[in-house]
């Protein structure tokens, strides 16, 4: 990555913190405490001033085509990655990709956390292991409301990209949902930019 922290202004560090942090709540279980209307007409109206109409059209069709979409994104949301019969599509978690055996908690969870911890963060919820990538797009989103780009690309190039290559890769042959669809390309897409 090429270091951007000395051509950032502040109102683009700003900027970026707002979209890591709403690219963090698109892969948060949806709740009713924000995933509301107001949450989907913001990613309607994100879309649209990235001129992604192409996405933006989906989520609007989707949207007037069912109910309730919460239940609806609840209902996919878990299927893609917290169901686990017969088998987890695709785990939202680091250290499924990085470790050796494949489990869940182990070394690289420690190495998130550790990062972190030492940029002053630590988890207060711990009903999700620290490499869940909502929790690491947060983080992101923090270490640029705090104005370090530099630990921003740092972390995103040595413990987010490594792992979400193969979630994306493992998970893109799943995505019938258009709400997951536009949310994968998004995450991909900042992901890319910062690259």
């Known amino acids: 990555m090429e270091n951007i922290a000395a051509t950032v202004s502040p109102a683009e560090l700003a900027t970026f913190a707002d979209i890591f942090a709403f690219l963090a709540l698109l892969m948060r279980y949806p709740e009713k405490s924000f995933f509301d209307s107001e949450f989907l007409d913001t990613l309607e109206n ?68 550790a990062f972190y911890r030492q940029y002053g963060f ?14 690491e797009l947060e983080f992101v989103s923090r270490l640029y409301r705090q104005g370090d780009a530099e630990a921003a690309e740092t972390f995103l190039s040595t413990l987010f990209l490594p792992w979400f290559t193969r979630f994306m890769e493992k998970l893109t042959p799943e995505l019938r949902h258009p709400f997951f669809t536009v949310t994968m390309q998004l995450i991909s897409l900042f992901i890319k930019e910062e690259q």
């Open 46 to 113: 994100l879309l649209g001033r990235l001129d992604l109409e192409h996405f933006q059209h989906k989520i609007t069709k989707w949207r007037a085509s069912i109910n309730d979409p919460l239940l609806d994104v609840q209902v996919e949301y878990t299927r893609l990655f917290i169901n686990d019969a017969p088998n987890l599509v695709a785990p939202p978690y680091g250290s499924v990709y990085l470790e050796s055996d494949g489990t869940l908690q182990g070394k690289t969870t420690e190495a998130t956390r």
């Open 122 to 135: 630590d988890i207060t919820n711990i009903s999700e292991p620290a490499d869940h990538i909502s929790l």
